[in-house]
């Protein structure tokens, strides 16, 4: 699976650079990283919805048509459109969001 940063800061810290001054929380930025690493392994959104502790779901709120959400910890969720590029998945990671916690 391919994976797409719509947020800079999301793609700096997904590569482990150093970011300066956190956005969120350190326990949500090492969670966002160990998300990121499974999501690569990942063969395609198949395989993710099969780990039940992720939550993969299609949301519902309006500004949010059409885009999926994994729980990253009980309060916040990483919110990510899917394309195809070819016959590739590819995973649009737009935002972090405790909305939904």
Do not use: C, W
Request: glycine residues 6%; hydrophobic residues 35%; proline residues 1%.
């Amino acid at each position: 699976m391919k994976i797409k940063f719509i947020d800079e800061y999301l793609g700096v810290l997904a590569e482990n650079k150093n970011t300066g001054k956190m956005k969120y929380p350190e326990e949500v930025e090492l969670g966002f990283k160990k998300r990121i690493a499974q999501i690569k392994q990942a063969n395609g959104t198949q395989d993710l919805r099969a780990i039940k502790s992720l939550h993969f779901e299609k949301l519902k709120e309006k500004r949010y048509l059409g885009k999926y959400s994994i729980r990253i910890n009980k309060a916040f969720r990483l919110i990510f459109l899917i394309t195809k590029e070819e016959r590739l998945e590819v995973m649009e990671v737009e935002e972090i969001n405790n909305h939904y916690g």
